[in-house]
């Protein structure tokens, strides 16, 4: 694979006042691939997303976006990069006094210049694009969790990203729509060519969509695997990501 | 990452064919950097009789998204074409993944964006919502009514602990700003009258008119709205709060009446402590009249504590009093009714804290008139 590396980690260092959350944490993602983030709940996916996308600022290390550091970047620059991705959040974060529509119109109608009626055609396909015609004017308080999802995906693909970031974009939603989800963003992913970069624990998605991943760990604070989901469950010697894979609790591990 | 804009290479040429068929070359890029520029040069086409057939070719363009696909949805309208008088030309494979992600048919026709209905409907519905309001109003008095009845016949059930506890957030801790607001209050009272009744050598009628006013009449209701503002609101919004995140379905679901756990508490704090407030409000107004009286209208003390208990009645303090009490289960029931309405997200705590303010404020000044009135025939 000679495709170009588009997000690049460097000795990433995270810590919260006196607590060390990541240590020395180094990976790249490259262009057009859906790489995984996978670990135990507490072992800091989320807020190595959080540092990705520029919301919290590292310790130490570099993170670059594209060509920029978005560590070390003017406000400016930095606000150029934000254009070029689009993040899901956990809880679809959408806004809760305003319609689905005028949510995924938000940044478009922010940032491309266009017209109102052009706005809401927009609005239209993107709504389209993840299945969700005809719940434009509902208030986010009046649809599902599976079409929150959706609608947050909606509203972070508006600008047509290079880079899509989601955390645990399966999360409380049934099997069926969870892999749904799933093929949802399999698709985007080949139609768009779109680079995708998930956060999640659960295993379905993981195999699923995963084409790289990394695996987090809460002791020691670090990547303690990496490599295709597959080799990771079938050839880690690790215990620890052995028990992840196979979902079994330490004891039974040690029985068989 | 390539979205800088080059608007010099978007665009099209326009080709017709006198058979009724119109063909857009379009060349260049056409994505998110172009469509804006894209659509400036198509809204400046005259309008003109719908062609038969519109075919889009798109041999010369190099990127298309679906910002892309939008600016030929724009072109359809403008046309007044359906999409089935609509064809491509020359579109290569990623054009064709473009193409293929957007129902032009569908799309053209779905009206984006929800208008709110015309003003008929409008007043329609906030009519219905206006009598569900006051239903729900009425339903919510009479299982009060009923969580009360359960309280006196079923002690253990009632919440003591918490009851003390409001009864602190909602008295103890209103009590530096009502004294000071009374006092000042008084302080004002006195200045103003004074500047009047010194006209007539009338400087001792201060002390009367300071203590009726405020015992009967002021002292209440400053009371009151400080309460609300402080208090009531706080109930509306802490009840809002529990209400969008399912703690109120849980108490429920766990077999507590959401009644009894949350608002008798809140009630019964209020009513032991709003008169109290009362009291506290009236001496600080009190003292405040009196500091002008001996400072600049050169009373003595005594004097016009003498001339203050004249005026006041037994029968004028428990009127003030009894409509505090009054007042107290207006601001508990306001705030707690509010916030058990509220629905939605997070902005619905804010609207139940500043509803149950206005709305408590607007019952007290209204209760005021209807004592008012029953004083007068008695």
């Known amino acids: ?256 | 990452m390539s979205r800088e804009s080059n608007q010099q290479n978007a665009g099209f040429d326009i080709h017709e064919d006198g058979d009724g068929t119109i063909t857009f070359f379009f060349h260049g890029r056409l994505d998110m950097s172009t469509a804006p520029a894209c659509l400036r040069r198509l809204s400046s086409i005259k309008s003109r009789r719908p062609p038969k057939l519109l075919i889009v070719d798109l041999a010369e363009v190099s990127r298309m998204d679906d910002y892309g696909a939008m600016v030929i949805l724009q072109l359809m309208q403008k046309l007044n074409l359906g999409s089935d008088s609509l064809e491509f030309a020359n579109a290569d494979e990623s054009h064709q993944k473009t193409l293929s992600r957007v129902d032009f048919g569908r799309t053209a026709r779905a009206m984006p964006f929800g208008r709110p209905g015309n003003i008929i409907v409008q007043l329609g519905e906030s009519s219905i919502n206006a009598v569900k309001g006051a239903l729900f109003f009425v339903e919510f008095i009479g299982s009060m009514v009923f969580a009360f009845l359960k309280a006196i016949k079923q002690p253990r059930s009632f919440r003591a602990n918490d009851t003390i506890r409001y009864m602190k957030t909602t008295g103890v801790d209103a009590l530096p700003v009502v004294g000071l607001i009374s006092f000042l209050l008084g302080l004002v009272m006195a200045f103003m009258s004074s500047l009047q009744l010194s006209q007539f050598g009338a400087n001792i009628y201060v002390a009367s008119l300071v203590g009726v006013a405020m015992v009967s009449e002021l002292g209440p209701i400053m009371t009151a709205i400080i309460v609300s503002g402080r208090s009531g609101s706080a109930y509306a919004a802490e009840i809002s709060t529990m209400k969008i995140s399912e703690e109120i379905d849980a108490l429920a679901v766990m077999g507590f009446d959401p009644n009894l756990f949350l608002v008798i508490p809140r009630m019964i704090a209020a009513m032991v402590v709003v008169p109290i407030l009362t009291v506290f409000s009236n001496i600080f107004a009190i003292a405040g009249g009196m500091t002008i009286g001996v400072f600049i209208l050169d009373l003595s003390p005594g004097m016009y504590m003498a001339r203050t208990i004249e005026a006041l009645t037994l029968f004028e303090i428990m009127w003030g009093l009894l409509k505090a009490l009054v007042f107290a289960v207006l601001i508990a029931l306001t705030g707690c009714f509010r916030g058990f309405q509220a629905k939605g997200g997070a902005d619905a705590v804010g609207n139940a804290a500043t509803s149950a303010v206005v709305t408590s404020i607007f019952l007290i000044i209204l209760f005021d008139s209807i004592f008012a009135v029953i004083r007068s025939y008695w």
């Open chain 1, 1 to 256: 694979m000679n495709r170009e590396e588009i997000v690049r980690v460097k000795n990433l260092v995270v810590r919260y006042g006196r607590d060390l959350i990541l240590k020395d944490i180094s990976f790249s993602v490259q262009e057009k691939e859906i790489f995984i983030i996978v670990g135990g709940s507490g072992s800091g996916k989320t807020t190595l997303m959080r540092h990705m996308v520029g919301l919290e600022a590292p310790a130490a290390g570099q993170i670059f976006i594209g060509e920029t550091d978005i560590s070390a970047v003017s406000e400016d620059r930095f606000f150029n990069t934000l254009k070029h991705i689009g993040v899901l959040f956990q809880s679809s974060a959408l806004i809760g006094s305003m319609t689905v529509a005028e949510n995924v119109a938000l940044p478009i109608a922010e940032f491309s210049n266009l017209s109102t009626g052009a706005v809401a055609a927009m609005v239209e396909i993107k709504l389209s694009l993840v299945g969700l015609e005809g719940y434009a004017d509902h208030l986010p308080s009046e649809i599902s969790g599976g079409m929150k999802k959706r609608a947050g995906l909606a509203r972070a693909l508006a600008l047509n990203p290079d880079i899509l970031f989601l955390d645990e974009p399966s999360a409380g939603l049934d099997p069926v729509i969870a892999s749904e989800i799933d093929s949802l963003i399999l698709h985007i992913n080949q139609t768009l060519g779109t680079t995708i970069i998930i956060v999640t624990h659960d295993l379905d998605s993981i195999f699923t969509l995963g084409q790289r991943a990394i695996m987090l760990d809460k002791s020691s604070k670090n990547i303690i695997a990496q490599g295709t989901p597959a080799d990771m469950r079938d050839n880690n010697p690790n215990p620890v990501v052995r028990r992840f894979f196979s979902r079994k609790p330490a004891d039974s591990l040690v029985k068989s």
